[in-house]
């Protein structure tokens, strides 16, 4: 029996600020192209780690047609908002993202869990279907937003593909995580700078023989 659990050990980040960018971001690591949704016990995880489902929740349907089914809608969400930052169409993709937006989410109802407090579940057995539904309605209020659309950028560290919603004061943040794209960026270039001194340092020392 597949559960789903707490918060995952696995290599799960959760910088983007939306669910759909979370999606996207399964597919592309830090450090270049890395697979992250590589099987139904990983995409079980996801769905709970993301917040999709509420943990406890039993994820025994989830299989290889789910996964399949979550990376096509991650590959139409990556090109829909990289054509969306490039100023370009990418109309079979909005249309892949407005067909699942269609069909209606997850129901969820309030229990009464340990100790009385109230708790999140579904309502229903879950279905690929209605939560690839979930996730589809998060794009389209995303781009939808003014506000939301206006903070969509992309990671500008070296190898980082990643999406996230810039709501820093001013709208300056350069990077998906300041902890781990910033960090190596700041990293990067301390070793750059120091380079550069010392090659700037080294003076060629005339050969004391020549006459």
Known sequence: MRMAAGKSSCDWRFDSGRPCLDLVATGIGTNGACELLDGAERLADWLVATGL????????????TWVARFRQLRTG????LTAELGGGGAGS???R??????????GLRAVRGRGGKL???LSTDPECGALLAAVARDVVELLTDPVARAGLRRC????CRRFYLDTSRG??????SSEVCGNRERVARHRR???????AGTVAVPDATVP
């Open 119 to 121: 708790v999140r579940e």
């Open 156 to 159: 500008e560290a070296d190898n």
């Open 77 to 80: 969400v990556d090109r829909l």
């Open 53 to 64: 489902v509420p943990g406890g929740t039993r994820l025994d349907a989830v299989d290889e």
């Open 93 to 95: 993709a909005l249309d």
């Open 193 to 199: 700078r120091v380079a550069a001194v010392s090659v």
């Open 97 to 106: 993202v407005n067909a699942l937006a269609a069909e209606a989410p997850p």
């Open 171 to 176: 709208h300056r943040r350069r990077w998906c």
